[in-house]
């Protein structure tokens, strides 16, 4: 089981929190860094210092980190123009020699838009539909050759389609519950699914379609691979995890039912249910970002009982 880290910037983070968070990533073991990709705040508190741009920020730990895959979880299809985006991304592969990963989702937070003037078109989900046929053709277009496409929404002309990353291919993430529309563009362009807050049930259902949907693309499920991204509160003793509950303005027990909580054995065992789910990865998202004892406790009490 792959263990990755997931943080929330826009709940309020400068840059030198989140690489104090991506280094104890590094150097606990864990797999990756991912992060978010908004611009506004949600809920209670005031975000300050203010939103952190996600390309940005990982083109900075992309310098300052060696080993950790970095990400994000879902960049908007809203903020970038898609052959913007294909450039900004291999840039910052090629800045990290090779460890970025793509997450891309339709964009869905309203008032996040309205505040920094971005369109908030309609039809989001057929513009990321093309935006990701756009940026996957770009990057899988010979160096020498040219890409052109004509869709509803974006047309490129004989783009030279550069800068190529520095992978072979970047890990593509698509993810979400919806039944037919999100399967079906995963097994089309995704190289990895992912299921956020959901319960195990609920995941094994939807990796489930994710799968069929594969299948029926001509296509191996186990091409792809299953995540789940889940909110972290874990404590070596239950007044641990009271106070880490506290510091996030959650109850224990609801986050007991709806996320990685409680002490590490009771944590294990729900990661568990999830293995038996179908997933091969966990993303801990972590909204206490200066609490890197809370990520030490994960590495060490957690991830070891499941080598």
């Not at 300052?64 to 840039?91: D, K, Y």
């Not at 979400?176 to 992912?194: I, Q």
């Not at 191996?220 to 510091?247: F, H, I, K, Q, W």
Request: hydrophobic share 40%.
């Amino acid at each position: 089981m792959d263990l990755r880290i997931f943080t929330e910037p826009q709940q309020g983070a400068s840059y030198e929190t989140l690489l104090a968070v991506a280094q104890a990533t590094e150097q606990l073991g864990f797999d990756a860094f991912f992060r978010s990709d908004h611009y506004l705040h949600m809920g209670d508190g005031d975000g300050l210092p203010g939103p952190t741009d996600a390309w940005v920020t990982l083109a900075g730990l992309a310098r300052e980190t060696s080993r950790i895959r970095l990400g994000t979880l879902m960049t908007a299809g809203t903020f970038r123009l898609p052959g913007v985006l294909a450039i900004q991304v291999a840039q910052v592969d090629a800045m990290s020699g090779g460890r970025i990963e793509l997450g891309l989702g339709a964009g869905w937070f309203a008032e996040e838009h309205t505040a920094y003037g971005i369109p908030f078109p309609k039809e989001k989900f057929p513009r990321l539909e093309e935006q990701l046929a756009i940026v996957t053709g770009l990057w899988e277009t010979p160096v020498g050759e040219t890409f052109s496409y004509d869709g509803t929404y974006y047309q490129l002309t004989d783009s030279p389609a550069l800068p190529k990353p520095a992978q072979a291919k970047v890990p593509v993430l698509v993810g979400g519950m919806g039944k037919v529309r999100t399967p079906r563009l995963a097994a089309r362009y995704a190289d990895e699914f992912n299921i956020p807050f959901q319960s195990a049930a609920d995941s094994a259902e939807q990796f489930g379609r994710v799968r069929e949907a594969a299948k029926e693309a001509g296509r191996a499920p186990e091409d792809l691979v299953y995540s789940n991204a889940l909110v972290a509160c874990v404590g070596r003793t239950e007044a641990e995890v009271t106070r880490r509950a506290a510091a996030i303005g959650r109850e224990v027990a609801e986050l007991r039912e709806n996320g990685l909580a409680g002490t590490p054995g009771e944590v294990v065992e729900k990661i568990a249910s999830y293995r038996e789910a179908g997933c091969q990865r966990i993303y801990f998202q972590i909204l206490d970002l200066d609490d890197l004892d809370h990520l030490a406790v994960i590495a060490e009490d957690v991830a070891r009982q499941l080598d």
